[in-house]
């Protein structure tokens, strides 16, 4: 059964950083997508960023050009470094995987990981 487990986050001042890890494990499909996720309360779900297996990178406008996706496939990790925080950027933040000859970065994740929080302060 695939799992994701996510670690790295915590308290950090704006206009530092910070990176996210996201252990992968049983996810051996040779063409996937990985993204991370973020939501605050009373606020709606963002992609944040994905990266799938050709290496093809996309990011919300909102953190292009402070955060960086990456993948580490011999260590089965995923990153997102996360540079120039902004209390904006306060929320939980998930990893997510789909995988198979069917998917898409821009369909339904069907994995996820349990979160983590990143809490940004002025």
């Known amino acids: 059964q695939v799992q994701l487990v996510e670690s790295g986050g915590g308290s950090v001042q704006a206009g530092g950083s910070l990176r996210l890890s996201c252990a992968v494990s049983?996810?051996?499909?040779?063409?996937?997508?990985m993204g991370w996720f973020r939501q605050a309360p009373g606020k709606e779900r963002e992609k944040v960023a994905h990266?799938?297996?050709?290496?093809?990178?996309r990011y919300a406008e909102s953190v292009k050009g402070r955060f960086t996706i990456s993948q580490d496939n011999a260590k089965n990790i995923l990153y997102l470094q996360m540079n120039s925080l902004k209390p904006e950027d306060t929320a939980m933040y998930y990893c997510?995987?789909?995988?198979?000859?069917?998917?898409?970065?821009?369909?339904?994740?069907?994995?996820w990981g349990q979160g983590t929080q990143v809490t940004v302060s002025s």
């Open positions: 997510a995987a789909t995988g198979g000859s069917w998917s898409s970065c821009i369909g339904i994740f069907p994995y």
């Open positions: 990266i799938d297996s050709d290496g093809s990178t």
């Open positions: 049983k996810f051996i499909f040779s063409k996937y997508c």
